[in-house]
């Protein structure tokens, strides 16, 4: 009888369960996915990261995060490059701040560049 064997393998098993409890949005499961780059315009660490879960919360699919080329931005800007200015709301909704503004650009291959200016607050 392999008992140690055993109690591993119901330890194991229990912890990969997770908790089943929290459900998270899967970008494009409640029609087509917001695609979204987030930039950090505000100069401080971290504030990209921040601001992609939060998106991803959302269910947003935020396809690149990083730092900007420029920074000290004052105030985040949310920037429509493909679809109508909707899209843009409903990422500032998830942020819960920014202005919308509309620049369609389908070279770059997303739904909103987000910039993170120094009004985000992490």
Avoid: W
């Amino acid at each position: 009888m392999k008992i140690p064997g055993l109690v591993f393998v119901v330890v194991l098993a229990a912890g990969c369960g997770g908790d089943s409890s929290q459900t998270r949005p899967i970008p494009g499961d409640r029609g087509p996915a917001i695609t979204v780059e987030v930039l950090n315009a505000n100069g401080r660490g971290g504030d990209a990261r921040i601001g992609t879960q939060r998106l991803r919360r959302a269910g947003m699919d935020v396809v690149y995060f990083g730092n900007a080329s420029e920074s000290g931005l004052d105030s985040t800007r949310i920037i429509v490059r493909r679809g109508a200015e909707k899209v843009g709301e409903r990422v500032r909704a998830a942020l819960g701040q920014g202005r919308v503004e509309v620049q369609l650009d389908s070279a770059k291959l997303l739904d909103v560049s987000v910039l993170l200016g120094l009004d985000f607050h992490p």
